[in-house]
């Protein structure tokens, strides 16, 4: 696959498999069926756990949390391209890639419980922490990617944000010095039609979002984010530039949020329910089980084998995070710097001091 | 040894730690080919290269949101923000990542940049390129905030900053960049941040001074001197952390504090410096902290900047006052 062939500026967009579940065979990966049917399996987890989290919310076990329903494809499909010696460096919509990057569990949902070990992930991961200010983490992209060049590393960085991202000046910025230093960095926009309550064509004028990328000299493309292969052509085809010291890709992914922003919003104060009823046929899920039927390669039965399987290993996880008491009063101090300044240490006397008193 | 003004000091420090370290890189607008507005960082990118010193794009939230992206791999980036006055669009990053990356990740990262940044008036220099606002960053979690006041100061404290596992802001009070000059050695050890330094000793009064404003509390001190009045002069020399203990030591054996910066009078670090005096130091007092600093105005431009500077004359009036209570 290559860009060029998919000029976002004549309006021209990857797709490999269409809502029918038919796949262009050119284009299609060479997966055996084993990894076909995981592409299936870690999408089918993410919708569960989305599900989960919903559940956990509304009963309180859980903060605000922003579903993912509606955007697995291109978050199984991209993550899924990776090396090990690649970074990921999410917004805080990416529990797929999380998955997918075996980030464990039980860390997501305890970030949305609150709980600060929620972003303790090893650095062996390669995956920072959730970064909630919109577009502020695009650089932080760039800059790790310019420190692996430096490095004479091998890696590359995906970088992960939203359609309403691109109106954030930093990600202007991270496309500047990312194009300028050819940094090995894959800027992927999840374009799910909303920011909180503002449609795209609020958020730009520009016919692609892709175009933004062309405009900053870095080669753009426009794909299905409904199709995870599209997602892992797009993202391969990114990581082999990036790897050859080409610099960075930009991929505007067309998705579709189908749950609100987050448990805290109501979306049908701004969109109507036909429109997402007419989005529901072309989330991901759907045209995958076409294409999988199609290869003989799903059933129901198989489907609720997995789905146990995976609620069983969800339930397990919401064990663990729940199982975890509380930091002490300690830990608001403890990293805030590698030696804890004399201020603080005050602070920390007095904090302990008055609640050994109560 | 070499005398040397707080620009060449500065520079000998970088100099120094990207010899000693290959993961000293330097960025920002201007700072290799030109070697800086103020030529800070003169001749740097000749002797390292454009790798490891980067003339970036226009960008100061970029370049410190890249900066921070660099640190994360462990390397050290050494950021120059052209004026504090452009300092505002990197506060998003200073404020959501830079200082919070470390105890969000519960220590697996941290970000040990340096962001420096030449601040101050008195140059008479347009409009944004006068600005004082320390206790804007003095007020972030996080972060780690110096102010050298001398040459050794400057290259001592910068090498400190440079090796420091936490993200430091370094700023320079660009007014003195070249009017002080001082015997600065060579590869001199790094200075400890958090420690302030006594500039002068004196049994009547305490003044506290940081950056440029030293030098005033100094030329205040000497005309006290010739009245009978002994001024001691501390400069923190890091204002967070605060050496809290050189500053409430001295008052206590004065009993007198004066705070001088060039700063906002409302909510700036003279009334920290305040609260901190009234909270441990109230019995030693004998007479009311006193502030002499830049008022709740708009830096003006340099026809009026000497109003708003605190001057050696504001400085004694208020010191007479205080001793006359």
Known sequence: MNFDDYDPLQGKRLQVLDPEGCADPELLPDFDDDTLRLIFRWMLAARLLDGTCLTLQREGRMGTYPPVEGQEGCQVGSALALGTGDWVVPSFRELAVALVRGVQMEKTLLFWMGHEEGSRLPRELRYLPIAIPVGSHTLHAAGLAMGLRYRGEKGAVLCYFGDGATSEGDFHEALTFAGVYKAPAIFFCQNNAWAISVPRKIQCAASSLAAKGVGYGIPSIQIDGNDPFAAYVATTAALERARAGEGPSFIEAITYRLGPHTTSDDPGRYRSSDEVERMRPLEPLVRYRLFLKERNLWSETWEEQISSEIRDWIAEGVRKAESLPAPGPHDIFDHMYAELPPHLARQKADLLDGLKEE | ?325
Request: net charge negative; hydrophobic share 45%.
């Open chain 2, 1 to 325: 040894m070499a005398s040397l003004n707080l620009v060449e000091a500065i520079n000998l420090a970088l100099r120094e730690e990207m010899e000693r370290d290959g993961d000293v890189l330097l960025l920002g607008e201007d700072v290799g080919r030109e070697g800086g507005v103020f030529r800070v960082t003169e001749g740097l990118q000749q002797t390292f290269g454009e790798e490891r010193v980067m003339d970036t794009p226009l960008a100061e939230s970029g370049i410190v949101g890249v900066a921070f992206g660099l640190s994360l791999l462990g390397l050290r980036p050494v950021a120059e923000i052209q004026f504090m006055g452009f300092l505002p669009p990197t506060l998003d990053q200073i404020i959501c990542h830079v200082g919070r990356i470390r105890n969000r990740s519960r220590g697996v990262y941290s970000a040990p940049l340096v962001i420096r940044v030449p601040y101050g008036g008195g140059i008479h220099a347009p409009e944004h390129h006068s600005e004082s606002t320390e206790a804007i960053l003095v007020h972030i979690p996080g972060i780690k905030v110096v102010v050298p006041s001398t040459p050794a100061d400057a290259c001592g404290l910068l090498k400190s900053a440079i090796r420091d596992p936490d993200p430091v802001l370094f700023l320079e009070p660009k007014r003195i960049y070249r009017a002080i000059k001082e015997e600065v050695a060579q590869a001199m050890e790094p200075i400890p941040l958090g420690r302030a330094r006594r500039v002068r000793a004196g049994a009547h009064l305490t003044m506290v001074a940081w950056g440029a404003m030293v030098r005033e509390a100094q030329k205040a001190a000497d005309i006290l001197a010739e009245e009978g009045v002994e001024a001691e002069i501390i400069d923190p020399r890091t204002l967070s952390p605060l050496d809290t203990e050189a500053i409430l030591a001295s008052v206590r054996r004065t009993g007198r504090c004066l705070v001088v910066h060039e700063a906002a009078r409302t909510a700036g670090l003279g009334a920290e410096i305040s609260a901190l005096v009234m909270e441990e130091a109230l019995l030693h007092l004998k007479a009311p902290v006193a502030r002499v600093t830049g008022f709740d105005t708009v830096m003006p431009l340099p026809k009026g900047e000497h109003l708003y500077m605190p001057e050696p004359s504001r400085i004694v009036r208020a010191a007479r006052k205080m001793m006359r209570f």
